[in-house]
């Protein structure tokens, strides 16, 4: 080693400071995509194990920092945080499910889970069989002896249909399946599925974890170590771990979590509330409503609040509701929710376009149906934004 290094070398070099014992009080961004170690054994044994850092497909600490928050909200033993919401969901099924498997799906489905499905059952076979999501006798009859997997929705998008969390899981349960539940409309503040017998939940931390509609990111935790430790390794075949920047952002959301999920509802249930009254909607999608299916099951299952979704089915038809969107101001036209700005959206022509007529009107979707994400505004401005664009 020459003692005095070439600048190139130095530039290369650089020393990381020594804290001197101080903490950081918020979680440091570790943009790094590897980890050296003193000792070639330890970074051998660091590259097989979940719990360690060695290179960023396999973990990172600020991801870990995200995954720890999670788990902790969620009740969870252990969680994976993934690139986006669709690659939790994607490598817990590749996990759970063979050529051949069956699972059991409610039909009021997220889009994309939909779509990949429905790729899953063209290209190796797994059978799928969709069921209402009304009562959990349906898990009984639908079961064959290749019946791997339950999956359901907390709350439906975007009619927000409420399901039963106990008693299903309590049915898929008894038939030794495993419980795989998207929790994303609820968030864990709304409902800890885990709590009620879930095996994994799922998020798409886009949206209400992460909340500032600024990251993409998924998470996915387990009841189980072993069955996290498996979805694990599956994930560095996959490549959907999250970057630590976007797991950063997420934490950074998490931390207003409560606060905005309050808003949320709030927000939400007022403007349910008014547009309920208005000659021009023919119906209102929101829990809170006492005509809504969901109503009770609601109370009991979300206690602390709905999250801040609700669906209009605007009176007219196909030319009225776009007309009705497009006078909307204040409020934008944009897919995904959860974040501080009010959405509204066709699922028709959105979300749920991988869906036939059929399979939409099934799930309560029609051409007049406008799913609204509302956000952290007053609520007399949003009110009277709806108000100018219906009148
Ligand atoms: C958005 C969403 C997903 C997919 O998440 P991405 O982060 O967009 O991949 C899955 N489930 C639900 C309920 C969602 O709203």
Known sequence: MPTQLHPETQA?????????????????????????????????????????????????????????????????????????????????LHTLLASGDHIIVQ?????????????????????????????AAEVTEALRPTTKVLYLETLSNPTAQVTDLPAFFAAGKAAGLTCVVDNTFASPLGCRPISLGADVVVHSSTKFLSGHCDVLGGIASFADAALHREVWSRSLETGTIADPFAAWLTLRGLATLGLRMRRHHENADGLALFLSGHPKVAKVHWPGLPDHPGHELARRLLPDGYGGVLAIDVAGGRKETLEFTRRLRLVDRAVSLGGFKTLVQQPSATSHRSMDAEGLRAIGITEGTVRIAVGLEHLDDLKADFAQALD
């Open 12 to 92: 290369i070099h650089v020393g990381i400071p020594d804290l001197g014992g101080a903490r950081p009080l918020n979680t440091p961004l570790y943009q790094t995509a590897n980890f050296g170690y003193d000792n070639p054994e330890e970074l051998a044994e660091a590259i097989n194990s979940p719990g360690s850092f060695a290179y960023l497909r396999n973990s990172n600490p600020t991801v870990r920092a995200l995954e720890n928050a999670v788990s902790s909200l969620e009740g969870a033993a252990a969680s994976l945080a993934t690139s986006s919401g669709m690659g939790a969901i994607h490598t817990v």
């Open 107 to 135: 039909k009021h489905l997220y889009g994309g889970t939909f779509a990949l499905l429905r790729d899953l059952a063209a290209r190796y076979g797994v059978e799928v069989t969709y069921i209402d999501g009304r009562d």
